[in-house]
């Protein structure tokens, strides 16, 4: 099968020096290519700015911002049998960037944010007949309860939901499944290349 995976964080410029990015490491993303590749299936990467060696054979599209992987995504997932929407895209960026290095000035400055496209629900909407679409959810709170929420909300036939202390920028992860028949698998907590293999286990066909 034809997999897409994206993976990492964004970054936003604000301007040619400084950005708004998160923590995201980009392990999980890049866990589930390798696990991908190693089932002999056919794997896209789109990855935003990270420190991992490429998985061998993966077909990587290297991206800064959200509106980069927003292309690269619409270039790659429309003929995809499965999109795994790993990567911790920014949901703002600023309005108005800088085209010169912002120097210190005196007292506040205030940063106009502006939204960023809804990759995942544009996904949801246009998605084919056929088509997997996957998400993930990291949360501080309420996981389940948020994890189903964006489930429905982005019409998404799978959703990977774990706590922010579980997995972001760690080596390991933990992660529960919902699927949108009302299924919920929680997998074996354990390094992310272990926990992909369990992911892909339990949601490829």
């Not at 949901?91 to 506040?108: E, F, N, Q, T, V």
């Not at 679409?133 to 489930?151: M, P, R, S, V």
């Given at each position: 099968?034809?997999?897409?995976?994206?993976?990492?964080?964004?970054?936003?410029?604000?301007?040619?020096?400084r950005y708004i990015?998160?923590?995201?490491?980009?392990?999980?993303?890049?866990?589930?290519?390798?696990?991908a590749l190693d089932?002999?299936?056919?794997?896209?990467?789109?990855?935003?700015?990270?420190?991992?060696?490429?998985?061998?054979?993966?077909?990587?599209?290297?991206?800064?911002?959200?509106?980069?992987?927003?292309?690269?995504?619409?270039?790659?997932?429309?003929?995809?049998?499965?999109?795994?929407?790993?990567?911790?895209?920014?949901?703002?960026?600023?309005?108005?960037?800088?085209?010169?290095?912002?120097?210190?000035?005196?007292?506040?400055?205030?940063?106009?944010?502006?939204?960023?496209?809804?990759?995942?629900?544009?996904?949801?909407?246009?998605?084919?007949?056929?088509?997997?679409?996957?998400?993930?959810?990291?949360?501080?709170?309420?996981?389940?309860?948020?994890?189903?929420?964006?489930?429905?909300r982005k019409n998404?036939?799978?959703?990977?939901?774990?706590?922010?202390?579980?997995?972001?920028?760690?080596?390991?992860?933990?992660?529960?499944?919902?699927?949108?028949?009302?299924?919920?698998?929680?997998?074996?907590?354990?390094?992310?290349?272990?926990?992909?293999?369990?992911?892909?286990?339990?949601?490829?066909?």
């Amino acid at each position: 099968m034809k997999i897409v995976i994206t993976a990492g964080p964004t970054r936003e410029k604000i301007d040619p020096v400084r950005y708004i990015s998160n923590n995201s490491s980009g392990r999980m993303g890049y866990a589930l290519a390798t696990a991908a590749l190693d089932l002999g299936h056919d794997v896209t990467l789109i990855s935003g700015p990270v420190a991992i060696p490429v998985p061998e054979k993966a077909n990587l599209i290297k991206v800064v911002s959200a509106a980069e992987m927003a292309q690269a995504v619409r270039d790659h997932a429309p003929d995809a049998d499965i999109v795994i929407m790993c990567a911790a895209v920014a949901d703002y960026r600023p309005a108005h960037p800088w085209d010169s290095k912002l120097k210190k000035m005196p007292g506040k400055l205030v940063l106009e944010l502006e939204r960023t496209e809804d990759i995942l629900g544009t996904l949801g909407k246009n998605k084919r007949p056929g088509q997997m679409l996957i998400g993930f959810a990291a949360e501080t709170d309420d996981l389940e309860a948020n994890a189903l929420g964006k489930l429905e909300r982005k019409n998404l036939d799978w959703i990977a939901a774990n706590l922010v202390s579980d997995g972001f920028g760690t080596d390991t992860n933990r992660i529960t499944l919902y699927h949108r028949d009302g299924k919920k698998i929680p997998l074996p907590s354990g390094d992310k290349l272990s926990v992909a293999r369990s992911m892909l286990h339990e949601v490829l066909p």
